[in-house]
């Protein structure tokens, strides 16, 4: 079974542009999150979709967004670009089932994301 | 926020020894998990914990977890130089009452195995 993917691996942008990162998950997997890991502020949780909506989100400003396509496929976009958005963004599928907490997650490589 | 942080934050052994990774939580958990990144990639699972477990085994890694004391363990038996890489506890998120979506990373040990 292939794993989650991300393209791209690598960007680099300049500030008050905006980019768009795509994920594709494992075969089954209905539920994609996203997180923002720096060195900084760790791994943190921007937002997660399942059957193309968005079931939760975390502590982002609205710059950051998400959607979901019926195949299960997610793209992020983070608009108005800013120093501090430099960062590895991680996307990670599961089945999503309800009735547990903390479903294993498999993540993809992520994209490493410059700004300039 | 953070809910999970492990302790230490750097570790440093030779292969042959065994490396032991700590984790405190903050809230009521359902389940406890351990993940591993090798340098700047994505994370692989390793092992899941329920609360009503106390401990589990998966080849060379042991995970115990105190729900009393709020807190959990990985232990790597008989390291080698490519368990090399930053290990991370991570919790679901009570507070969105019980979907599934996320997790709470600690900010990882990153443990160096020197052949």
Same mark, same amino acid.
């Given at each position: 079974k292939a794993g989650v993917t991300q393209t791209p691996r690598y960007l680099i942008k300049t500030r008050g542009q905006q980019v768009t990162l795509s994920c594709s998950p494992i075969s089954g997997h209905r539920s994609v999150s996203w997180y923002q890991q720096t060195p900084g502020q760790g791994l943190q949780f921007l937002f997660e979709y399942f059957s193309e909506t968005q079931r939760n989100k975390g502590n982002?400003? !609205?710059r950051f967004s998400g959607r979901q396509f019926s195949n299960s496929r997610s793209e992020m976009n983070v608009s108005t &670009?800013? &120093? *501090?958005?430099s960062a590895l963004y991680l996307c990670a599928s599961s089945f999503?089932?309800? *009735? !547990?907490?903390?479903e294993t997650q498999y993540f993809g490589p992520g994209t490493r994301l410059l700004v300039l | 926020s953070q809910q999970g942080e492990e302790d230490p934050q750097a570790l440093s052994i030779q292969e042959g020894e065994n490396a032991t990774m700590n984790c405190s939580y903050k809230t009521s958990i359902n389940n406890l998990q351990w993940y591993r990144q090798n340098s700047g990639r994505g994370l692989v699972h390793l092992i899941l914990i329920r609360s009503n477990e106390r401990e589990k085994h998966s080849g060379r890694l042991r995970v115990t977890l105190d729900t009393s004391k709020k807190s959990s363990s990985l232990l790597i038996t $008989?390291?080698? $130089? $490519?368990?090399t890489a930053s290990y991370f506890c991570a919790t679901g998120d009570m507070n969105y009452g019980g979907s599934q979506g996320n997790l709470i990373f600690g900010k990882g040990t990153k443990l160096s195995v020197k052949p």
């Open positions: 982002f400003p !609205g &670009l800013e &120093l *501090g958005d999503g089932l309800a *009735g !547990g907490w903390g | $008989a390291s080698r $130089a $490519a368990d």
